[in-house]
Each structure stands twice: as structure tokens, then as C-alpha cells.
């Protein structure tokens, strides 16, 4: 069973057309990172998010920790296709210090 | 060059052989993760390792052995390859290891067991 379910997992669009992914979980976190990951490399952190209902932005990009602490979601406005890439949620449960990853969701971005 | 390195980047190997990845970082830090990629399953932690000659199991241990003698290098070691261990290997490194803390990843080794 996978502690976070990331939907899509799989979503193509058009350069310029927005979207939100969406990492979710029946367990509580006590905090939540965004990595992007581009073929070839390994993951990079975008975000982390520590407070229920936070809401961070990263130019195009805003992320928003849910208000219970069990979900997030990621979303890119005007896409670009330097956009394109694995985008991976992952949180540390309370009381476990291990990072938890989600399944991941692979962005394309059509020029 | 600075950062968190990994080799070999790709390997091929036999059913029963033994092979190292090797992964090592310049940036002192104290803490560093060993993961396995595969789809549908995301990262899942293999090994961690607070310091030096300190290591600890992760959620998918078995099959693994690892060593760190030096701070700054975490070689993991299958013992006996087996075909379902054929995936991609992330080396990670942390400067502390509590929640809000980054990984930073290493470039990954895509490992194939025939």
C-alpha cells in the first residue's frame, strides 16, 4: 500500500494551459517537500511546506500543504516546456523520521 | 567537482554475482540515504546512515549490505544479485536529518540483473 497516491500519474497539455497535481494520504504529516526530477538526474527539491493550510509560490508554481496536514497539491500556471519532468511529493510522517515518497507524476509539457 | 557522485552510472551484471555502487559527497555532510527507484513504486529507502560507522535499515533492507568507514562515502553492496533488484539506485546526503530538512540526490545508477 502506498502512503502517498499522487493523481495524475501520467498528464500532457499545451505550452501555456494550467495545471495541479495532487498528492494525497490518510495519514497525517508533519511536513510535505515537492521535488522535481528530470531524466538522467536525480530528484531536486522545489518546496517544503511545514504548516497546515500553508500556501508557497515559486514563480509559475504554488503549493499548498492541506489544512489537515494529510494532502498537498502543486500548481503551474502558463506552463512552459522547461516545465516538463517527474514531479515526486514526499513527507515525514510525526514520529518517523524516514521520508516517505509518493508515486510520482510525469509532466509533459507540448511546445 | 562539489556535490554527491555516483558509479557506476550504468551496470549490468549476472543472477548470483555480487556488485558495489558506489556514491560519495563533498560536502561533509553527516547524513546519507540509499534508494531504489522503480514504477509505480516511486523512492522507497534502502539503507540510511547517521555518521561514520552508524547504519540503519530502511523500508526495503533485504539483499543489501552497506558500510560507511568515511564520512564521506556510502557504498551499497548486493550479495547475491537477483533479478528484481534491476532498477535505478539514488545515493542522497543531508546536512541534518530532521523534517524540513533537504536531500540532496546523486545522479542515480541504473542497475540491470540478467
Known amino acids: 500500500t502506498q502512503l502517498l497516491e499522487q493523481s495524475p500519474q501520467f498528464l500532457s497539455i499545451q505550452e501555456g494551459e494550467n495545471l495541479t497535481v495532487y498528492c494525497n494520504s490518510s495519514?497525517?504529516?508533519?511536513?510535505l517537500q515537492w521535488y522535481r526530477q528530470e531524466p538522467g538526474e536525480g530528484p531536486v527539491l522545489l518546496v517544503t511546506?511545514?504548516?497546515?493550510?500553508e500556501v508557497k509560490k515559486l514563480k509559475r508554481l504554488t503549493f499548498q500543504f492541506g489544512d489537515a496536514r494529510k494532502d498537498s497539491s502543486l500548481h503551474i500556471t502558463a506552463a512552459q516546456p522547461g516545465d516538463t519532468g517527474l514531479y515526486l511529493c514526499?513527507?515525514?510522517?510525526?514520529?518517523?523520521?524516514?521520508?516517505?515518497f509518493g508515486t510520482g507524476t510525469r509532466l509533459t509539457i507540448i511546445p | 567537482d562539489a556535490g554527491i557522485t555516483q558509479s557506476p552510472r550504468y551496470k549490468i551484471t549476472e543472477t548470483g554475482r555480487q556488485v558495489t555502487l558506489m556514491c560519495h559527497q563533498t560536502w561533509s555532510h553527516s547524513y546519507m540515504f540509499w534508494y531504489r527507484q522503480d514504477l509505480g513504486h516511486g523512492l522507497r529507502l534502502i539503507y540510511y546512515s547517521a555518521a561514520a560507522d552508524i547504519t540503519d535499515k530502511g523500508e526495503v533492507p533485504d539483499g543489501y549490505v552497506v558500510s560507511r568507514s568515511k564520512t564521506e562515502n556510502f557504498p551499497l553492496t548486493l550479495e547475491s544479485a537477483t533479478r528484481s533488484q534491476t532498477s535505478v539506485y539514488f545515493c542522497?546526503?543531508?546536512?541534518?536529518?530532521?523534517?524540513?530538512?533537504?536531500?540532496?540526490f546523486g545522479p542515480g545508477t541504473r542497475l540491470t540483473v540478467t
Open positions: 514526499a513527507g515525514f510522517l510525526f514520529g518517523n523520521e524516514k521520508l516517505t
Open positions: 511546506v511545514v504548516t497546515g493550510g
Open positions: 495519514s497525517v504529516f508533519s511536513s
Open positions: 542522497a546526503s543531508s546536512a541534518r536529518w530532521v523534517t524540513s530538512y533537504e536531500q540532496y
